[in-house]
């Protein structure tokens, strides 16, 4: 396994892919969870909206920064992990480079298990980089607006930290089987995308005025991750927080489901990689 | 290293087996790529395996590496099931056309397969000085030529030193001095490993090999040493020559053994055994035909492959 993590950190820390998915999910968290609400706030009423402009300022100031960046990922940062998930396994299978990777020494399980550690380091790195990105954001708008630097404990920022990792994880592996399962990236992506910006939503916006599909929203990865996002004390969007944040279930079954599709997803990309022959 | 003895599987012998397959069967829904093959690959050996398209060549190796499982039949790879992880660590290969991750230099690319396999990376250094690609190492593999591509892939069979060498074509690409250079590397490796390889140039085959196998529809048409499977496909050809034509075909005709020569002006061509020949030769002289040689053909490799595929088409990469 060793031998194997090897081989997977020196690829992905090689690779481009990962660059180029984390430093747009940086720009995204930066311009989404701040620039946005910035503009937002910076174009409200400072007379008869005053108490929406100070809520708002909330969220984009040092203390509240750490939530804002974790608010950002249910939605959007899901969609982002389940690309970088994809471009883990996917793009083996277009350069043919599978067989070289599995006649190497260590097993198909190694490998594959390797591979989505590997890219959990990169997620771990690419969390840690947004929040620092966002609190630099927040420190920048707490002195144009003349607010005090205050900051949140350290614990609030790993606990947020925490989640940001835990929801990626569990959309990295379900990116990392779906690039199996299509062998390729193009499918994966697009069925990916689909599922997640696309049904998911509207599965979960229906489950609002449609209770039969209200067990149905409770094993989505989505709302899952709104829900374990929305137990830091993360607005919903209705509260003026962020899309896909909200109270679908509790945290701990929050964490039960995306630990399941953790565990789904490596189990589904290494009996598949175990299984099928390589050609 | 030719080797003359029995070697199929259940025969007795001292020398370990490399590799040993009996009666492996492999298909891909409906199309039966390799069927009840049965060979044994004996230590040192350079074995071909030739083939025209869709033979199971490549089927063939990628069940040796454990890439793609037999549906029935035995396989033992260095004594071990295929795909075995210890066992994949002594094994080198290069299969089909080689693939890397384009964007990554030939350098980087080795280094990935060299750390999957625990080694460091001096290792690569290595293997990039024996195929002469040290120059070209830190270059986007992207921006290689089809022969260095080879090249590369030939140097990531090579890390670790195998014990077992599986190259699928890999003068694939190479211009004539590579192609040669590959030759003498193929045989220096020969020293110190078994090496199975395919190929569609069958010359190589017949300069590089000691024993091959030859593959027709996914079943062995004929396993010999090189030198064997020359002798015994040519032994039955004779030519003739003599004068004059009307008088020797009248004596050709008369006989039955005989009568199957074809005529190409003053020459003729007969399946014939050792004894047959005196036999001949007195017929015609006591005719009054004026025999001005007869010699046995030697076939080339070539001519005995088109010969047990009936295939009248140069080979190419296959299956």
């Known amino acids: 396994m060793r031998n194997a993590l090897a081989a997977e950190a020196l690829l992905m820390r090689k690779r481009l892919a990962p660059l180029v998915v984390g430093g747009t999910w940086i720009v995204l968290v930066v311009a989404f969870g701040f620039g946005v609400p910035y503009i937002v706030y910076a174009t409200l009423d400072p007379v008869t909206k005053a ?37 883990v396994t996917g793009p083996e299978y277009r350069w043919g480079t599978w067989p070289a990777r599995l006649s190497q020494g260590p097993g198909r399980t190694q490998v594959v298990l390797a591979k989505v550690l590997a890219g959990a380091v990169v997620v771990v790195v690419i969390a840690v980089a947004a929040l620092a990105a966002s609190m630099v954001t927040s420190v920048v708008v707490a002195l144009v607006e003349g607010q005090p630097l205050t900051w949140p404990a350290a614990g609030a920022v790993a606990a947020s930290l925490g989640v940001a990792v835990f929801i990626s994880v569990a959309w990295l592996s379900l990116g990392a089987a779906l690039g199996v399962i299509f062998r390729g990236v193009g499918t994966a992506l697009g069925v990916g995308l689909v599922w997640t910006l696309g049904l998911e939503n509207a599965l979960s916006g229906l489950a609002g005025v449609v209770p039969a599909l209200e067990p149905v929203r409770a094993v989505l990865l989505g709302p899952a991750s709104g829900s374990l996002v929305a137990a830091l004390g993360v607005p919903s969007l209705s509260e003026g927080g962020a899309v896909g944040v909200g109270e679908y279930m509790s945290g701990p079954v929050a964490c039960a489901v995306l630990l399941a599709y953790t565990a789904a997803g490596l189990a589904v990309a290494t009996v598949l990689i175990r299984r099928r022959d390589i050609t | 290293m030719t080797d003359h003895q029995d070697v199929r599987p259940g025969s007795t012998t001292a020398a370990p087996v490399v590799v040993e397959l009996a ?12 069927r009840g093959v049965t060979l044994r690959v004996e230590p040192g050996q350079v074995y071909g395996l030739l083939g025209p398209n869709g033979a199971g060549k490549t089927t063939l190796m990628r069940i040796l590496l454990g890439l ?23 094994i080198g290969a290069l299969i089909e056309s080689p693939a890397f991750v384009p964007h990554l230099s ?44 080879q090249r590369l892939g030939v140097a990531g069979a090579l890390l670790g030193e195998p014990s077992l060498l599986i190259l699928d074509e890999p003068t694939n690409g190479l211009d004539p001095e590579g192609t040669a250079a590959m030759r003498s590397l193929i045989r220096d490796m020969a020293a110190h490993a078994t090496v199975l390889l395919s190929s569609h140039l069958l010359g190589e085959i017949q300069q590089v090999c000691d024993r091959v196998v030859v593959l027709d529809k996914g079943e062995v048409v004929a396993e010999d040493s090189v030198s064997e499977l020359l002798s015994r496909a040519g032994e039955r050809t004779v030519v003739l020559e003599a004068q004059p034509a009307d008088l020797t075909e009248k004596v050709l005709k008369a006989n039955d053994a005989w009568s199957g020569a074809t005529r190409d002006d003053s020459s003729w061509r007969l399946e014939l055994d050792g004894a047959g020949v005196p036999a001949l030769v007195r017929a015609l002289v006591e005719a009054g035909v004026e025999v001005h040689e007869v010699r046995r053909e030697r076939r080339s490799l070539e001519e005995v492959f088109f010969a047990l595929t009936g295939d009248h088409h140069p080979v190419r990469s296959g299956t």
């Open chain 1, 51 to 87: 108490a929406d402009r100070a809520a708002l300022l909330d969220l984009l100031l040092p203390s509240a920064a750490h939530t804002t960046a974790a608010g950002s990922y249910p939605l959007f940062g899901g969609a982002i992990m389940l690309i970088l998930g994809v471009l």
């Open chain 2, 23 to 34: 009666n492996v069967t492999k298909a891909f829904g409906a199309v039966q790529a390799v």
């Open chain 2, 68 to 90: 793609v499982r037999s549906d029935a039949g035995t396989v033992r790879v260095l004594g071990e099931p295929p795909g075995d992880p210890r066992t994949l660590r002594r």
């Open chain 2, 106 to 149: 030939g350098r980087v690319n080795l280094q990935v397969l060299a750390r999957a396999r625990g080694l460091p990376d001096a290792e690569v250094d290595r293997v990039l000085r024996v195929v002469d690609l040290e120059g070209a190492a830190d270059r986007r593999v992207t921006g290689y030529s089809l022969g260095m591509r």
